[in-house]
């Protein structure tokens, strides 16, 4: 989850993971999976940096908890940098 701000300056958390996409039309707006919209204060940039620093806080954590399993991303890595044959 990151902490964001409505336009009534209420804090709010919105899980990171269902985020669609964020635009500046010019007020920041963050489009949900769902189809939800929330207009934010953060320009969309500081949105980013908060998923980022929620991604980087959750990855490890996600690993310790056996959730994702570092083989498995390790052989999705190698599909991917792999040479066609």
């Known amino acids: ?5 409505r336009f009534n300056h ?3 958390y919105i899980n990171a993971d ?3 996409f964020v635009e500046s039309t010019p007020d920041t707006v963050i489009s949900m999976v769902s189809g939800r919209k929330v207009l934010v ?3 969309p940039e500081e949105v980013r940096r908060k998923i980022l620093a929620y991604r980087q806080e959750v990855g490890p ?3 310790r908890t ?3 399993h570092p083989e498995a991303e ?4 190698d599909e991917t ?3 066609p044959r």
């Open 1 to 5: 989850m990151i902490q964001v701000t």
């Open 10 to 12: 209420t804090e709010l």
């Open 18 to 20: 269902l985020i669609e």
């Open 41 to 43: 204060l953060e320009k």
């Open 61 to 63: 954590l996600l690993l």
């Open 66 to 68: 056996g959730i994702v």
């Open 74 to 77: 390790q052989e999705e890595k």
């Open 81 to 83: 940098t792999a040479s």
